[in-house]
T-cell receptor
Framework: AQRVTQPEKLLSVFKGAPVELKCNYSYSGSPELFWYVQYSRQRLQLLLRHISRESIKGFTADLNKGETSFHLKKPFAQEEDSAMYYCALSGGPRGRDDKIIFGKGTRLHILP | DGGITQSPKYLFRKEGQNVTLSCEQNLNHDAMYWYRQDPGQGLRLIYYSQIVNDFQKGDIAEGYSVSREKKESFPLTVTSAQKNPTAFYLC???????????FGQGTRLTVV
């Protein structure tokens, strides 16, 4: 069964410190992995996806198939990074059965 | 102005009544999704549809129904069989399977 696990409900980090939000997944095939972010009073939006290998707002995430992880990292936290972060997986057979599954989310709180 | 629109923003329902939440997109996306967002539970998939006139149950479909008669519309009906309907509901769409999902602003349903 497809499953996304985010072990931390809340992560508090001081401004300027490194950030790592953990995400582990369970999937038998080759999934697409995403990180979505929800800032206060804004829509949920895509932050980055593993296939693009981009750095967005200083964040990066590497897919580790051996450990089935897709942790989100940023070397120096900024106050505007405070938000709710969701790891997501898209998988299933191509076509009608494909779906997007989300983890429970981690609230990142950047301390001044 | 392209995007995905959910209406209404707030909805109140008496126990025992069915209620329909609207979701419309003008992005020409094939895939559409309904999620329920509860504190500490993340986003849980209710129903999804990859093509017109076809839809699949998600993880928590009981007590909900959907239709997909038009590509741009994916309404969700919360029936009286749903035991705990008070929640925040999010609709999303994507251009194809395994692509980025775009979210609406959500509908907060309260059963009174």
């Amino acid at each position: 069964a497809q499953r996304v696990t985010q072990p931390e409900k809340l992560l508090s980090v001081f401004k300027g410190a490194p950030v790592e939000l953990k995400c582990n997944y369970s999937y038998s095939g080759s999934p697409e992995l995403f990180w979505y972010v929800q800032y206060s009073r804004q829509r949920l939006q895509l932050l980055l996806r593993h296939i693009s290998r981009e750095s967005i707002k200083g964040f990066t995430a590497d897919l580790n198939k051996g450990e089935t992880s897709f942790h989100l990292k940023k070397p120096f936290a900024q106050e505007e990074d405070s938000a709710m972060y969701y790891c997501a997986l898209s998988g299933g057979p191509r076509g009608r059965d494909d779906k997007i599954i989300f983890g429970k989310g981690t609230r990142l709180h950047i301390l001044p | 102005d392209g995007g995905i629109t959910q209406s209404p923003k707030y909805l109140f329902r008496k126990e025992g009544q069915n209620v329909t939440l609207s979701c419309e997109q003008n992005l020409n996306h094939d895939a559409m999704y309904w999620y329920r967002q509860d504190p500490g539970q993340g986003l849980r998939l209710i129903y999804y549809s990859q093509i017109v006139n076809d839809f699949q149950k998600g993880d928590i479909a009981e007590g909900y129904s959907v239709s997909r008669e038009k590509k741009e519309s994916f309404p969700l009906t919360v029936t009286s069989a749903q035991k705990n309907p008070t929640a925040f509901y999010l609709c999303a769409s994507s251009i194809q399977d395994r692509a980025e999902a775009f979210f609406g602003q959500g509908t907060r349903l309260t059963v009174v």
